[in-house]
């Protein structure tokens, strides 16, 4: 449990916050440059004085930033330069106490995959490689909150989501929380339960992922992204492709492992999904989904369909000339086909 009651004049605009998050694992921060999302971070760890905050039921706002169990990545977190990837993870694991948790050096290592960084000199590292060596090093100083600002934006997207999905595992198997910042709603849909949206300072919507980000797609005209939860059941090595199942219904998906090996969400954008009402008969793709037509709403001129499958949502575009010829109910059975995955 996270509350606070932040009041601090910027240059621009006021910190204004008045936010209560009773039960989260992941919390995400999204809004534009400027808004004040590092400010949060830097009021929650401690970095900016009289602020009132409480984690836990227990108020921290009189404690040094040592001493509130918190942990903040910024931005332009620095490596040790005199050390390489191995000794800066062995400097914290020596240095930090009061630990939390019982992450050790090796668990770290192991879950990030970072053996061929560890003796490189930092200096020789890309940005994205420098950016998993501080996260695990700001996972080694074993606190139960830990908070990331921007941690994994020099990552391309199949690493940057195949370490959300690290970050997702390692938060369910030692109980730490995370708020992350972020720019890119697509990062923070991928991990976070839970989004806060902020604006000139204040906070505008908060509550669980799918549907603050419901709301921020609506009001800036975008599209929103289908996030499908599966697990795998095998690969298939003579087609290089997976078979995938989803939980509930138990429909199937077959998809390269590039869109599989990221973690075990698949991101779809609404141009790969089309509906119909019978199942399609003469077509190449076998990824067709059984799906209940939750909601429709003209948006820009474009219908935008919000499909129920297993649970879960998936979103697709129709112009409105296909609409009206369907002539599609709320509650209609029809087929997503799902395109672009093998």
Same mark, same amino acid.
């Given at each position: 449990m996270i509350k606070l009651a932040l009041y601090k004049s910027l240059n621009s605009f006021d910190l204004d916050i008045n936010l209560h998050l009773e039960s989260f694992t992941i919390a995400g921060i999204f809004g534009p440059s400027g808004s004040g999302k590092s400010t949060l971070l830097r009021c929650i760890s401690g970095l900016e004085g009289e602020q009132s905050v409480y984690i836990n039921d227990k108020s921290v706002h009189h404690l040094p930033t040592e001493q509130r169990g918190v942990t903040l990545q910024v931005q332009s977190c620095p490596l040790f330069p005199h050390l390489d990837a191995a000794g800066n993870l062995a400097f914290t694991q020596k240095h930090c106490f009061n630990r939390q948790t019982d992450l050790t050096e090796q668990k770290v290592i192991d879950a990030l995959e970072l053996h061929p960084l560890l003796k490189r000199n930092v200096q020789s590292l890309s940005g994205g490689e420098r950016q998993r060596v501080v996260f695990?090093?700001?996972? $080694?100083?074993?606190?139960?909150?830990?908070?990331?600002?921007?941690?994994?934006?020099?990552?391309?997207?199949?690493?940057?989501f195949k370490t959300l999905s690290t970050l997702s595992e390692l938060a369910a198997t030692f109980s730490i929380k995370f708020i992350i910042v972020s720019h890119s709603l697509k990062e923070l849909l991928f991990c976070?339960?839970? $989004? @806060?949206?902020?604006?000139?300072?204040?906070?505008?919507?908060?509550?669980?992922?799918?549907? @603050?980000?419901?709301?921020?797609?609506?009001?800036?005209?975008?599209?929103?992204?289908?996030?499908?939860?599966?697990?795998?059941?095998?690969?298939?090595?003579?087609?290089? @492709?997976? $078979?995938?199942?989803?939980?509930?219904?138990?429909?199937?998906?077959?998809?390269?492992?590039?869109? @599989?090996?990221?973690?075990?969400?698949?991101?779809?954008e609404c141009e790969q999904i089309s509906v119909s009402a019978e199942m399609p008969l003469n077509t190449n793709n076998s990824n067709v989904l059984i799906c209940t037509l939750h909601s429709a709403e003209l948006i820009d001129k474009t219908w935008q369909l919000t499909l129920d499958v297993d649970g879960q949502s998936l979103y697709c575009l129709l112009s409105p000339r296909v609409w009206d010829q369907n002539n599609y109910k709320v509650g209609d059975t029809l087929y997503a086909t799902i395109h672009n995955l093998e």
């Open positions: 695990a090093r700001t996972l $080694l100083a074993g606190q139960k909150l830990i908070i990331l600002d921007e941690p994994f934006s020099a990552l391309d997207w199949p690493l940057r976070c339960d839970t $989004l @806060v949206q902020l604006n000139n300072g204040k906070v505008i919507n908060h509550g669980p992922s799918a549907q @603050v980000a419901k709301a921020i797609y609506a009001n800036n005209k975008q599209t929103p992204l289908s996030l499908i939860n599966f697990q795998i059941i095998t690969f298939d090595e003579k087609y290089g @492709v997976y $078979l995938l199942k989803l939980h509930k219904s138990e429909q199937q998906l077959f998809a390269l492992p590039s869109a @599989v090996e990221q973690g075990n969400k698949l991101i779809l």
